[in-house]
Nanobody
Framework: QVQPVESGGGLVQAGGSLRLSCATSARTFGRYIMGWFRQAPGKEREFVGAINWLVGRTFYTDSVKGRFTISRDNAKNTLYLQMNNLKSEDTAVYYC?????????????WGQGTQVTVSS
């Protein structure tokens, strides 16, 4: 399986937490930058954050800094997005992406997305 597969989305109240997972093949996971994007209804897809495991750095868009954390489990070829203190404006379809040379992309592989809905 080359394409990432996201899971963990759902409905949560404002202030709550969710953890998204992104499973992929070792080959895809080995692409050293993996990222998360989201697309809200009627809006363009936006960068949420990324991780460059080769240098041990994470990158986040300003609106999620201090609330979201990206991590990876190399043994499981899985990327995570821990989302805390969720807000209604975080409601979107979240996508996992892999295979970029820079955090903002472009990315070579994309998952199908998982819906996150935050109720106020």
């Amino acid at each position: 399986q080359v394409q990432p597969v996201e899971s963990g989305g759902g409905l949560v109240q404002a202030g709550g937490s969710l953890r998204l997972s992104c499973a992929t093949s070792a080959r895809t996971f080995g692409r050293y930058i993996m990222g998360w994007f989201r697309q809200a209804p009627g809006k363009e897809r936006e960068f949420v954050g990324a991780i460059n495991w080769l240098v041990g750095r994470t990158f986040y868009t300003d609106s999620v800094k201090g609330r979201f954390t990206i991590s990876r489990d190399n043994a499981k070829n899985t990327l995570y997005l821990q989302m805390n203190n969720l807000k209604s404006e975080d409601t979107a379809v979240y996508y996992c992406a892999a295979g970029a040379a820079t955090p903002e992309g472009p990315y070579e592989y994309w998952g199908q997305g998982t819906q996150v809905t935050v109720s106020s």
